[in-house]
């Protein structure tokens, strides 16, 4: 994507006055942030917002195009997420979202997740979030489960 810089990553290191600079893994890349167009980032916002439980993913609930967003999709259907609070958008419509939601929430894969506009995580943490039993509870505590009759909101 970018052409090497004559300095190398071990030269910048060993410089003290870049150091604030240079993207580590636990703080996002200013670069990358900076690419990330003020119209991108309305459109994922007004996305991430646009329902209590919101997946970007390969392809639609129906046919997801990849593994991983056929695997988010069945763990979600597992869980009993109320179709009415849930929205998935399809980052193979739109290269701009497609990189534009990795910049957005600082991680490199696809599937993602959202639940009340925070980022869960990928496909590899609902995974383990349901297999621990901590994503049922957390899609539990936010109200949006189907609930079957006559069953309450559990306090």
Known sequence: MFARSLLSRQLLRQTPA???????PSAPSLL????????????????????????FM???????????????????GLQGVDPDKFAAFNV???????QGIKEYSDWPTIPQLYVDKEFIGGCDIIVSMH????LAKLLDEKGVVVKEEGETKSE
């Open 131 to 134: 297999q621990s039993g901590e």
């Open 58 to 76: 390969k392809g639609t609930p129906e046919t997801p195009q990849c593994g991983f967003s056929r695997a988010s999709i069945q763990v979600l």
């Open 92 to 98: 193979l419509e739109d290269a701009e979202l497609r």
């Open 18 to 24: 870049l150091r604030p600079f240079l993207p580590t």
């Open 32 to 55: 990358l942030r900076r690419l990330l167009s003020d119209q991108t980032k309305q459109a994922i916002d007004k996305a991430v917002s646009s329902a209590p439980v919101v997946l």
